[in-house]
């Protein structure tokens, strides 16, 4: 656990965390969660909760999702939202590149630079909801609210 806690992408997250004013109060996951659902089960909540980072290549440059683990991201939809010719599933290669975290493990904030960011507007109908904290097994709480604030990005509908 302590090896999990002091990876250099958790203390990113942990450092961006604190810039944005909160409170970073990152848990360990016994296991991987390799989806929303995993990870609602490990931390007792609703999927609904999740906020899941997906990362996508918006013709050519990165566009980070926040995404309510119930939902799927309809790309033809915010392609024509954001007014990009098209909006795909990003490598795992470009998202390392652009975020400086694994696929399974990226988090909304605590990327080498800001990272165009979308908030499935529905996460707002959760008190708290969870996102990834930079590692596998690493997330933190938080709120609609303040991911809004943390990343700067843009509530809208996903799906």
Not at 80 to 87: C, D, E, N, T
Not at 93 to 120: K, M, N, S
């Amino acid at each position: 656990m302590e090896r999990i806690t002091s990876h250099p992408n958790v203390r990113a997250v942990e450092a961006a965390l604190r810039a944005g004013g909160a409170s970073p109060a990152v848990r360990v996951l016994p296991e991987t969660a390799p989806t929303a659902a995993a990870a609602a089960q490990q931390l007792g909540c609703a999927v609904g909760a999740i906020a899941n980072s997906l990362v996508f290549d918006a013709d050519g440059a990165p566009l980070l999702v926040l995404t309510s683990g119930a939902h799927r991201v309809d790309t033809a939809k915010l392609a024509a939202l954001i007014g990009a010719a098209r909006i795909r599933r990003a490598t795992p290669e470009f998202v390392r590149e652009h975020t400086g975290q694994p696929i399974g493990g990226v988090a909304p904030v605590g990327h080498p630079a800001p990272v165009r960011t979308l908030v499935d507007e529905t996460l707002a109908a959760h008190p708290e909801v969870w996102a990834a904290a930079g590692h596998p097994h690493t997330v933190f709480p938080t709120t609609f609210a303040q991911l809004l604030a943390l990343t700067g990005g843009a509530a809208v509908p996903v799906n």
